[in-house]
């Protein structure tokens, strides 16, 4: 099979899923209330309601509504959110890139630390620094995340504050009592760098610092794990045998032969791990009061605000459908066992 | 007292502090020895079910099982298709209550599950006493080795593999103590779980309470304890239907393949086109109520596709074997085949996934229940402790013990699947 049959091959596959995720945030939403709530408040009389059902089209049978929630969709119609108290799509625009950079910095941070910690461990097999790698790995898989970032926060917040060192901020995105921010695109450090403004970067930074590292321990975690087996799996091989007998270093061996095809598992769990990060999100975001799409997830579900929570239920889907869609065509570029198979 | 009595007391003031029910319900000295009875039973039971129930040739112990499987949910049933009844014609007396027919109906439980204990352990002495015979030992025996003799060699070299890795024993000796601890829980925590002393918050660990106590009084330890038993029976419950209700629509799925495999693995795509926590936030609201059994309903849609596809792809490897073949060629229908000869050979991957996903459930039910979706305030649950404690994370005590209790439970739990895995699979087995 030719990689552009793979690839459309693979497009098409994703269609039924995404039909799906529509269909389930839909009846979803219809679950949660009626509808009508929507266009109502306590003072809409009685005799209206029929009428406004009608106009909004909530009295059509239920798969004609789902062609109008289709459309509404398309049309970035995506209605009202109460607890942000504008539209949401302005919500999201607001919020969207909150969240995407700390989750990128939490992805850079697990990518960075993981993949030499899992070679370390693969290298070092049934040694000190491979029973330390595996207890931190298994911790990070272990921890309840929301409790690791409230640690976090007691420790270099108050007690670093008591003890009277540095201390890193307790939460929010920057320190808006001392720096003026107007947004570009919202990506902080990308509009601190376009603004030349050194100050508000490096206070950006330093907010991101503990949700990032609370972010990203679960998927530090996951990477080094995968990163360890798989380069144990790699080691076994023939050609590497065949490169020790050549008397090439150890170093080269590892970092020149082994490493490019150890990668590839771990690429796909990079992928896959984007969904976590959203899960992560939604805690991190809580407890360090973070402006980004968990929080106001959470506040959506609490107030029982529809729209939104089918707007961030579906966007996450999205993400999550995407970032599959994309790491299995790296996939299947970087291995084409994969296409073939 | 209604509130309006309460606030007029308040008022003239004499209100009087309501006396804090006994919160330590200590069992009574017969339940212990029901339970006690119990146990032994049912280690006994597990002891010699090889030999009763394998043998098969004591037809008086399928009579009576077949007995009391039909007897018992009858009278569930009965009572609740009475309950159902009562309720749709909106009649209310006492003599259809609930209280009542509970009572009755407990009265009948322990009645019926009396007997079956009387019976198994006068079954179970029947059995031992039948093994000082040599003949009946040996045909026993040979029945045994017949029918149980590679798998109880297989488990043999399993449990010799388990025992060699330390990391194995630890994670089970760690969820056997919280075993323990949720069972003893009444006896070991010096304050019930919704206890509150509202003369001592947040007093910092030490003295009577070891672990310090929370905003509202509520001693963190016994707090700690007590939740083992929400959060374990949340964790079971949820892996338990999941398993089942996933591994009977991937088997199906798998047997059939066809179109039925086609639309069950295009409905476990969607799934898991949602992560775990966010698909479990938007079906919690949309049953609305926000409680612990909703918790589990979500997380239980949530996890069965997982167990779908696991064990579709098992059944798919096993039904092309030649035992299969054997099967069908003697007359067995689809379900027999299925049920009896391919599920009981794809149990193996099922159930280290279901180990690492106690886990897995354990967090995500914690977290719902941290930011709020969980138990309603006041109820000792370890994401929730958490969730209240966070304002006040400056006291580390109030959010630290919970957190380390999920750590640990969770940890060991991973320590456990982790192993197995490693053991069952046979590529590293060789090495």
Known sequence: MKLRDYIIRRLLLAIPVVIGVLAITFVLSYMVGDPITLYTTERTPIEAIPGIRAEHGLNQPLYIQFFFYLRDLMMGNWGYSRSARMDVTATIAQRFPATIELAMVALVFAVIAGIPLGILSATKKDRVPDHVTRVVALAGVSMPIFWFALILKYLFFYQFYVWGLPFLPEGGRYSYEYVSYTPITNFMLLDSILTLNPVLFFDTAIHLILPGFALGYLTLAIITRMMRSSMLEVLKEDYITLARSKGLRDRVVIYKHALRNAMIPTVTVIGLAFGGLMTGAVLTETIFSWPGLGRWSVRAILQSDIPSINAFTLLVAFIFVAANLVVDLIYGTLDPRIRYG | ?431
Not at chain 2, 420 to 430: M, S
């Open chain 2, 1 to 431: 007292m209604t509130q309006e009595d309460t606030w007029s007391a308040a008022i003239t003031g004499d209100l009087q502090t309501e006396e804090a029910p006994s919160s330590i319900t200590a069992f009574s000295g017969f339940q212990i020895v029901v339970a006690i009875i119990g146990m032994i039973t049912g280690s006994m039971v597990f002891i010699n079910a090889y030999h009763l129930f394998d043998g098969g040739d004591i037809p008086l112990v399928g009579v009576l099982g077949s007995f009391f499987t039909i007897a018992i949910p009858t009278i569930v049933i009965g009572f609740l298709l009475i309950r159902v009844g009562l309720d749709l014609r909106k009649l209310e007396t006492y003599a259809f209550s609930w209280v009542i027919y509970g009572n009755l109906l407990m009265g009948l439980m322990i009645l019926l599950a009396g007997a079956v204990f009387i019976l198994a352990i006068l079954f179970n002495l029947l059995a031992i006493a039948l093994l000082f015979v040599p003949a009946i030992k040996k045909y026993w025996w040979d029945l045994f080795k017949e029918d149980m003799g590679p798998r109880a060699k297989e488990s043999r070299y399993m449990l010799h593999l388990i025992r060699r890795s330390p990391l194995v024993i630890a994670g089970i000796l760690i969820i056997a103590v919280y075993i323990l601890l949720a069972v003893f829980a009444p006896y070991i925590t010096p304050y019930g779980p919704t206890e509150r002393n509202w003369y001592e918050t947040m007093r910092p660990p030490g003295g009577t309470h070891i672990w310090g106590t929370d905003q509202n009084g509520g001693d963190i330890y016994s707090m700690v304890i007590w939740a083992t038993q929400i959060d374990l029976k949340i964790a079971i419950a949820v892996v338990a239907i999941a398993l089942v209700l996933g591994s009977f629509i991937g088997a199906a799925a798998g047997y059939f393949g066809g179109a039925v495999d086609e639309v069950v693995m295009r409905i476990t795509d969607v799934f898991f086109a949602f992560p775990g926590l966010i698909l479990a936030m938007a079906i919690v609201a949309a049953l609305g109520e926000k409680n612990l059994d909703n918790i589990s309903i979500a997380l239980m849609v949530v996890w069965w596709p997982t167990y779908a596809r696991l064990v579709r792809g098992q059944v798919l490897i096993e039904r092309e074997k030649l035992y299969v073949e054997a099967a069908r060629s003697v007359g067995a229908s689809d379900v027999r085949i299925l049920v009896f000869h391919i599920l009981p050979n794809t149990i193996q991957p099922v159930i280290v996934q279901a180990t690492l996903d106690m886990g897995g459930v354990l967090l995500t039910a914690a977290g719902l229940s941290f930011i709020g979706f969980g138990a309603e305030a006041g109820t000792a649950e370890w994401g929730l402790m958490i969730s209240q404690g966070q304002q006040h994370f400056m006291n580390y005590w109030v959010t630290f013990y919970p957190g380390m209790a999920i750590l640990l439970c969770a940890l060991s739990f991973n320590l456990v699947g982790d192993g197995v895995r490693d053991i069952l699979d046979p590529k590293l087995r060789r090495r």
